[in-house]
C-alpha cells in the first residue's frame, strides 16, 4: 500500500515556504488523514527531501522540523585523526573569489557561533602570518580529471579533523553558505553561517548545489572515501614556470622587530628583489603584525622613527607633551586609553555580555541576530572606562536599569527619571540612535523606546502585536507625532464614511465646522450626516454624537467644539483596538496613559487641523489619515 502522502489527494489551500536550517518547509492541506503535509525541500539542490504529516498546520510543521534535526544528529560526527578538504562548489567561486576566472588566495578556517558551524574567510589586511598564527589555511586550487579545458578551478581548504569535530561538522556533510547572513567578526573576518543539507554516502551519490557551498572530504585512518581518492589523482593547475630566476619573498613573521623589518623591505627594494606594490603589501602586512602585539605603555609608534617627517614632527610633539606631563585632560587620557588598551577592554566586555544575555531574551536574540554588534556598542559607549566597568558589572548582576513602576497608566516625567543611571541614559540613546540599522529581536517595525527599554531591563520585552511587555502588561509605544491608526486591529463592525460633502477637503475639523454652520440646507445636512456616520464608526452613540453636533452649530471654536471630541473618540477607538495603554517617549519625556483625558490636559493635542484626523472624504487606502496624531507636549504640529 502507497504511504499516505502519495495516496490521490485534493490540495484545497497553499502555505508560503518556511526557511528552517537553510531547507524550506511547505505545509499544504489536504482530503486524506492526517490531513496537513510538510514537504522539505532543499533551495540548493531544489530535491525533495522528506514528507511528514499531522493534524494541524502548526503540527505539520513542527513534525518536519523535528525530522530536520533528527536528519542532522543522525549524520555521523567527523573521527578525530586525520585531514580534511574542505571542497568548494563552483557558485562559491563568484563569492569568494575577486575574479572567478583567475585564481586567487583566499585564508579561510571552519569555526561555530551561537547558532552552528561558521565559515571565516579572513581579512587579508592582517598578512599571512597573522592568519596562520589564528588558524587560518591558505586554499589550493584543484581542477578534476574529466574536467574541460573551459571549467573552472575548484577551491579547496586543508582542516584538521579534530578541529571539524569540534566545530559539530559531519562527515561527509554538503553545506550551503548563508549568504544573506554572512556578518563581520570583531577582527573584520567574514563570516559565513553554515546550512547542512545532506551527507555525502558513496561514489554515485553526487548532487549539484544551486548555491555557494562546500563538502567536507573526510580521510579516515583505515580508508580514504571515494571523493578523498579523486581529489589527489585529481590534475593540479600548475603555475606557469618564470624564464628568470624565482626570487624567495620575505617573511613578515621572521622580522624580531618593526624596524629591522622596515629596513630590510626597503632594501629589497633598492636592489629590485621585490616590486613596490610587493612592498606596500608586505609593509602593510608588517604594521598590523606588530599593531595586534603591541601594549600601551610601549606601544611601537612611539619607540620606532617613522619614515616621514611629518609624521615625525607629530610624535615628536605628542611625546614632548607626555614627557612635560601637559596631557591632563581626564576625557582625552580615557579615550587614548580604550584607544590603545582596546583587545583587553574587549575581551572583558565580551565575557560580561555572555551573563548579561543570560538572563535577557532580548539580548540573546539581538545577538544572535547581529553577530559581534551588542558587543561593539557597549565599547563605543561615550563614557570612561571606570564608568562602564561598574555599568556592566550592574548589568550581569541582573540589575534592570529601568523604573518599571514609572511604566504604568497615568504617570508622566523625564526619561532620566526612567533611566536614573546616567551610564544607562547613554546606552539607551546609543540603541535608539542605531535600531534601524540592525535586525531586530521581533517581526516588523519597531519605533523609538521599545528597543532601548528592552536592552535595559529583562522585565520589558519586545512583542508584536503591540510594543513592549513590561513584567508582563502589553503596552503600545508612540514617538512624537505618531498617529493613532488602529490597522488590522479594528474592532468596529461600521465602515468608515467616505462620503463627501461640498468645499476644499471637506472632512478637514474647520470644513467640517463650516459646513455644519452654514445656512444652505444642501450643504448642511449631507455633513451633519457625514459627521453623525463618523463619530458612529468610532463606537459613540446617538445621543453623544447629537450633542457634539448641537455644540459644534452653535460654537466658534472648530479645535474646542469638533476637534478634541473627534481626537477622544479616535483615541478610545485605538485603545479599544489594541487593548493597552499608550506610551509617549521623545525629547527626554515620557507620557503613559490608556485616558484620552490625561493626554489633553499634558497638552499633547494636535495643533493644525489636518493632525486632528479627517472625518470623512479620504479615499481607500488613505484610512491612517482620519485617525489623529499625538504628541509630545512643546512640540506640537
Known amino acids: 500500500m502507497k504511504p499516505w502522502f502519495e495516496r490521490e489527494q485534493e490540495i484545497t489551500e497553499f502555505k508560503e515556504p518556511v526557511a528552517y536550517k537553510g531547507l524550506n518547509i511547505s505545509v499544504t492541506k489536504t482530503k486524506v488523514n492526517p490531513p496537513y503535509i510538510a514537504t522539505v525541500k532543499s533551495p540548493a539542490t531544489g530535491k525533495e527531501v522528506m514528507k511528514t504529516g499531522g493534524n494541524t498546520e502548526q503540527e505539520a510543521l513542527d513534525s518536519a522540523k523535528q525530522a530536520v534535526d533528527k536528519r542532522e544528529a543522525d549524520a555521523p560526527n567527523i573521527s578525530a585523526g586525520g585531514q580534511t578538504s574542505l571542497l568548494f562548489n563552483t557558485p562559491s567561486n563568484d563569492e569568494l573569489l575577486k575574479d572567478p576566472t583567475i585564481y586567487n588566495d583566499i585564508y579561510a578556517k571552519i569555526s561555530k557561533d551561537s547558532n552552528g558551524p561558521t565559515l571565516v574567510i579572513g581579512n587579508e589586511i592582517y598578512g599571512t602570518a597573522d592568519l596562520a598564527a589564528d588558524g587560518f589555511k591558505r586554499s589550493d586550487r584543484r581542477n578534476p580529471k574529466k574536467a574541460t579545458t573551459d571549467a573552472l578551478p575548484q577551491v579547496a581548504v586543508n582542516a584538521s579533523n579534530k578541529l571539524l569535530s569540534q566545530m559539530g561538522i559531519k562527515m561527509n556533510g554538503r553545506y550551503t553558505m548563508d549568504i544573506e547572513g554572512k556578518y563581520r567578526d570583531d577582527n573584520e573576518h567574514t563570516v559565513y553561517p553554515l546550512q547542512f543539507q545532506s551527507s555525502t554516502i558513496h561514489a554515485g551519490d553526487k548532487e549539484r548545489m544551486k548555491r555557494p557551498g562546500l563538502t567536507i572530504g573526510t580521510t579516515r585512518e583505515d580508508i580514504q572515501p571515494w571523493f578523498q581518492r579523486e581529489v589527489e589523482e585529481a590534475e593540479i593547475i600548475k603555475f606557469p614556470e618564470p624564464e628568470n630566476k624565482v626570487l624567495d619573498m620575505p617573511s613578515v613573521a621572521s622580522y624580531p622587530d618593526f624596524i629591522t623589518g622596515v629596513a630590510d623591505l626597503k632594501a629589497r627594494r633598492h636592489k629590485g628583489d621585490i616590486s613596490q606594490a610587493s612592498h606596500d603589501k608586505l609593509y602593510t602586512d608588517l604594521i598590523h603584525r606588530f599593531m595586534k602585539k603591541e601594549s600601551f605603555e610601549t606601544p611601537w609608534f612611539l619607540r620606532e622613527a617613522p619614515q616621514d617627517k611629518v609624521t615625525a614632527n607629530k610624535l615628536a610633539w605628542v611625546k614632548d607633551k607626555l614627557a612635560k606631563g601637559e596631557v591632563q585632560d581626564a576625557e582625552t587620557i580615557d579615550f587614548v586609553y580604550k584607544i590603545l588598551n582596546k583587545e583587553t577592554i574587549k575581551s572583558t566586555i565580551d565575557s560580561l555580555v555572555k551573563g548579561i544575555s543570560t538572563a535577557d531574551a532580548d539580548i540573546s536574540q539581538f545577538r544572535k541576530l547581529n553577530q559581534g554588534v551588542f558587543s561593539k556598542l557597549i565599547r563605543k559607549m561615550p563614557v570612561k572606562k571606570e564608568q562602564l566597568d561598574e555599568f556592566l558589572k550592574k548589568w550581569n548582576d541582573s540589575e534592570g536599569f529601568v523604573d518599571t513602576a514609572k511604566l504604568t497608566p497615568g ?44 536592552m535595559l531591563s529583562n522585565a520589558v520585552r519586545m512583542k508584536a502585536p503591540g510594543d513592549i511587555e513590561v513584567n508582563g502588561t502589553p503596552i503600545e509605544v508612540k514617538g512624537n507625532d505618531a498617529r493613532l491608526y488602529a490597522d488590522e486591529r479594528s474592532t468596529s463592525t461600521k465602515a468608515e464614511s467616505l462620503e463627501e460633502a461640498r468645499g476644499d477637503a471637506p472632512g ?128 506640537n504640529k
Open 411 to 454: 504617570n508622566k516625567g523625564n526619561i532620566k527619571d526612567l533611566i536614573p543611571d546616567p551610564t544607562a541614559q547613554k546606552a539607551f540613546e546609543i540603541f535608539e540612535s542605531v535600531r534601524s540599522q540592525y535586525r531586530m529581536p521581533k517581526k516588523g517595525s519597531t519605533g523609538y523606546g521599545e528597543f532601548g527599554l528592552s
Open 508 to 635: 478637514l475639523i474647520n470644513n467640517v465646522h463650516k459646513n455644519l454652520q452654514d445656512p444652505d440646507p444642501a450643504i448642511r445636512k449631507p455633513t451633519v450626516k457625514a459627521v453623525a456616520d463618523a463619530f458612529a464608526s468610532r463606537g459613540l452613540q446617538l445621543q453623544e454624537i447629537k450633542q457634539i453636533i448641537k455644540e459644534a452649530q452653535r460654537g466658534a471654536d472648530p479645535i474646542k467644539t469638533l476637534g478634541i471630541a473627534w481626537w477622544k473618540a479616535g483615541f478610545n477607538y485605538y485603545t479599544k483596538a489594541i487593548g493597552m495603554p499608550v506610551l509617549v517617549m521623545g525629547f527626554g519625556q515620557y507620557l503613559i496613559s490608556d485616558n484620552p483625558e490625561n493626554f489633553i490636559d499634558w497638552g499633547c493635542l494636535p495643533r493644525t487641523p489636518s493632525n486632528f484626523g479627517y472625518m470623512f472624504g479620504r479615499q481607500v487606502g488613505q484610512a491612517r489619515e482620519t485617525f489623529p496624531k499625538i504628541f509630545i507636549p512643546g512640540h
